[in-house]
């Protein structure tokens, strides 16, 4: 099923955009199944979405089969853990090729990271009262996907020894905390040479989010430009207008394409599909019009509505 084209720039329309590339399902640390996520998409008025699961494409298939069933366009994706100067940097890989050579090799080596990690967590997490850690963050999990951060908050709640999973994080595994356990990530120029040699685009995730000056950000965003990446999310869920303003004046100046996302995890938060601040008018440009997604976009646009946000 075709859909209209996407528009081909931002005009600063204030209503819901209808795409998403930026969201998470049981395949990695999200609450629901990819079937189930792409329903929700569908129901919420997402035309075009991408499953972006941390360090795994594992999801793409099933929720490709329902996304083709239910109209909805699915781009193939994964985000990528890295290390940037100490510090862990998330890029989305927009992959319609999808996995291939050093990207999938990559994928391998950084699920056996996970798996190393997740056993680190547990030995500290049995140091704070959660006995045999591992088998009960495996219990929230299920029996496939590595585990995450995540997982061990909801076993600290489903224990007796935290009330919520938020309170999980700000006591024991949020940034700094015993369960704060830093893998031992490949380097951003690496993974930004997989995702590119695969055919993909390299998308610096939530550049926001993660407390640099605005200096530092630019330095981020200089080292990513010159390893290859090609685009960063100008807009990651709910955000300062005027900072999304400045970060669309850092990306021009770098010639960096745009990205959206929501970084949907579960429902019953603030965020939803699709859900995120409205982008403002810029001149940065659309990260799906980028030459390397072109064939995607043609295969999934019907012809007959180009335009603009």
């Not at 965003?221 to 685009?231: C, I, K, N, V």
Request: aromatic share 4%; proline share 6%.
């Amino acid at each position: 099923m075709l859909k209209p084209c996407l528009p081909e720039r931002f005009a600063g329309d204030p209503g819901p955009l209808g795409i998403d590339l930026h969201m998470h399902s049981t395949a990695s640390d999200g609450a629901l199944s990819p079937a189930n996520l792409v329903a929700l998409c569908a129901e919420r008025g997402v035309t075009l979405m991408a499953l972006t699961d941390h360090d795994t494409m594992d999801g793409v298939a099933e929720a490709a089969e329902t996304a083709s069933r239910l109209g909805v366009s699915l781009l193939p994706a994964t985000e990528l853990s890295t290390r940037w100067q100490g510090i862990s940097i998330h890029v989305v890989g927009l992959l319609p090729h999808g996995a291939r050579g050093a990207l999938a090799e990559g994928l391998q080596a950084q699920a056996r990271a996970r798996e190393a990690r997740a056993e680190v967590i547990a030995q500290r997490i049995e140091k704070l009262g959660l006995d045999d850690a591992l088998a009960k963050a495996r219990e929230q999990a299920g029996p496939y996907r590595p585990l995450g951060r995540p997982d061990f908050a909801r076993a600290l709640v489903a224990a007796g020894l935290v009330p919520d999973i938020a309170t999980a994080f700000r006591k024991h595994l949020g940034n700094g905390k015993a369960g704060d356990v830093k893998a031992h990530w490949p380097g951003l120029a690496d993974v930004v040479g997989w995702i590119v040699e695969a055919g993909g685009v390299a998308v610096l995730a939530h550049p926001l989010r993660h407390g640099l000056t605005r200096r530092k950000r630019g330095l981020l965003l200089d080292d990513f430009a010159a390893a290859g990446g090609q685009a960063a999310e100008l807009v990651s869920g709910f955000q300062n207008a005027d900072v999304t303003r400045d970060l669309a004046r850092q990306l021009a100046e770098r010639s960096l394409h745009a990205s959206v996302g929501s970084d949907f995890h579960f429902p019953g938060g603030h965020l939803a599909p699709g859900s995120m601040s409205p982008v403002p008018r810029t001149a940065v440009p659309p990260v799906w019009t980028h030459a390397s997604l072109a064939d995607f976009v043609a295969s999934n646009c019907d012809g007959s509505a180009r335009g603009k946000l």
